[in-house]
């Protein structure tokens, strides 16, 4: 009943009930005499109490006479514990705050920080609150800054403490499968009293009061406010409330260009406790953990729109060397040579309408694969993987072009003059950058062999579609119609004579053998094929290693988290 009574004193004083703290901390005291006497030190803390409820109810004279029958009572008690002098010095110096003799009030509380300090540690929630009161007296003296120092040292405080009895309480640590102690034991399993709690919420909230109107000058300083806060609406079940302030901690750290700060406070680091699951993202303490998909899309979309950034400038730049290269073998083709006898060429008949059938069913199966990977969950690995991928083919098609020059596979082909000066060079990367390399929109340039950039982008997109689609009937059939694309795209090369049979047949291969490599690399990190090569190109752009699963999301998704990023890159540049 004594710790009952004062409990329930204490938490009516945060909650500036003084009026009703009085009759519970007259109750705790008379229990207090029934058991110890009248001369105990126990009897202390309900006379603290007491000289708190009178401070409030502007009766100041009654406060002096409690706090000289506690100050007695510790006086002549031998070896008095410091929680008892601190609480002590914390209720003379409300006292002298009273009274506005503010210059021994923060020496009070100075003493206050000192002992509880010395009883429990600097960081304790028991030190918490001569911090706090020592900033209010501050804040009365104009000293903004320092009174804005104080709370924030409050503030982390009562976070880290909130936040280790979230983790012990609701989290689910591994079992240990080693003899000894788990890590576990060594965090303070213990929960908050009323007390503690009520002062919990009365000095956050009177932080968040004070920071009101200053999100620009302070945003740090106000999230973890709202963090802290966060927390304690969690640790009490308000999930509503705790959504809402973890949403304004994440305007206020966007608004600070730091938003890896409050992912970091989610996700913990220690992966015996699992926060993000247990704040924000698990079922039943929340309702629909958007707020823990909007932080983990920011981050890592974020990630990946870097990766895939360079992987834009890395494919670029392999565009510009594969069409310099077909500029220069133009360069050195010989019209007047004769065509290599092709066993297919031979036979087949020219076919000029045949080069326009295959760049539209290429076309064709390059938007539909478009709009099938921004629909993808994993839109922005794949479109990355798919790049790097062509990358890699054109690169080495680069190197087999620069190697060799074959002569026409037709008679009839057409092909541009030679270059009278250097800056026909330029003019004509261009158009092959606009055409993309089509003929239909006027890329024709002789001396592209060998192999042919049309076969080897139909085989990768097939591949593509046929690895990233379960094998469910209705996707089976896009298969189907995407492996009956790549077959007219090789027909249709074939009958308009732009490529020799060899040139389809180095497509095929280098296609199949780059994508399977890469692919099977980027899942499976740890295998020694490509050590010296390959490893290293996947371990920058592919880590961390996962394996891509097919889930569909909509294109609303993409573009809402490509924006969420859009928008943070441009608040981090913008600072500058």
């Not at 192999?451 to 080897?456: C, E, P, Q």
């Amino acid at each position: 009943m004594i710790s009952v009574t004062q409990t329930v004193g204490q938490k009516l004083l945060f909650e500036s009930q003084y009026d009703q703290a009085i009759p519970a901390a007259l109750q705790c005291l008379k229990f207090s005499i029934d058991v110890y006497g009248l001369s105990s030190i126990e009897l202390v803390p309900s006379y603290l109490v007491l000289a708190e409820a009178s401070i409030g109810l502007d009766k100041l004279r009654q406060a002096e006479e409690y706090l000289a029958q506690a100050e007695w009572t510790i006086l002549k008690t031998p070896q008095v514990n410091n929680f008892f002098k601190s609480r002590l010095y914390r209720n003379t110096g409300l006292l002298l705050e009273a009274k506005n003799d503010y210059q021994e009030s923060l020496r009070n509380f100075a003493n206050d920080i000192y002992h509880a300090s010395e009883e429990y540690g600097t960081d304790h929630i028991r030190t918490a609150g001569g911090y706090f009161y020592m900033g209010n007296v501050f804040i009365k003296l104009g000293k903004l800054e320092i009174a804005d120092s104080l709370y924030e040292k409050v503030t982390v405080i009562w976070k880290n403490h909130l936040r280790k009895i979230i983790e012990t309480t609701f989290a689910s640590p591994l079992v240990n499968a080693t003899i000894g102690p788990s890590d576990s034991e060594d965090v303070e399993q213990k929960e908050l009293n009323e007390a503690e709690l009520a002062e919990a919420k009365h000095s956050l909230i009177a932080i968040l009061n004070f920071r009101v109107g200053k999100e620009v000058e302070l945003p740090k300083k106000n999230a973890q406010i709202y963090i802290a806060m966060a927390y304690l609406n969690f640790y009490v079940k308000e999930l509503d409330q705790t959504n809402s302030l973890v949403r304004k901690a994440m305007r206020s750290l966007e608004s600070a260009r730091n938003v890896d700060n409050l992912i970091d406070e989610v996700n913990c680091p220690n992966e015996k406790y699992s926060m993000i699951k247990t704040i924000l993202c698990s079922t039943p303490f929340t309702q629909n953990g958007v707020v823990c998909d909007e932080l983990s899309t920011i981050k890592q979309t974020r990630n990946e729109l870097i990766k895939l950034i360079l992987t834009l400038l890395l494919f670029h730049l392999c565009l510009l060397t594969i069409f310099v290269v077909i500029i220069l073998s133009n360069e050195r083709m010989d019209l007047e040579a004769q065509t290599l006898r092709d066993i297919f060429l031979d036979v087949l008949p020219y076919r000029a309408w045949a080069s326009n059938v295959a760049e539209l069913c290429l076309l064709a199966n390059q938007t539909a694969f478009i709009a099938f990977f921004f629909c993808h969950k994993k839109r922005l690995v794949i479109f990355r993987r798919y790049l790097l991928i062509v990358c890699i083919g054109y690169l080495l098609r680069a190197i087999a072009i620069i190697s060799n020059v074959l002569p026409r596979s037709h008679l009839t082909m057409e092909c541009i003059p030679r270059m009278r000066n250097t800056k026909e060079i330029f003019e004509r990367i261009a158009i092959l950058y606009y055409s993309g390399g089509l003929n239909i929109l006027g890329g024709r340039i002789c001396g592209n062999y060998f192999f042919s950039g049309h076969a080897l982008h139909a085989s990768y997109l097939n591949f593509h579609w046929k690895y990233y689609l379960p094998n469910s009937m209705m996707y089976s059939t896009i298969k189907r119609i995407s492996d009956c694309l790549t077959i007219v795209i090789y027909s249709s090369i074939l009958l308009s004579h732009n490529h020799y049979t060899l040139d389809l047949v180095g497509s095929f291969l280098v296609s199949s053998l780059s994508f399977s490599v890469y692919t099977f690399l980027s899942e499976n990190p740890d295998k020694a094929l490509g050590r010296y090569f390959w490893l290293p190109m996947v371990n920058f752009f592919e880590h961390p290693f996962e394996e891509v699963t097919f889930q569909l999301t909509g294109p609303v998704e993409g573009i809402r988290s490509i924006f969420l990023v859009i928008r943070d890159i441009y608040a981090r540049i913008t600072i500058f």
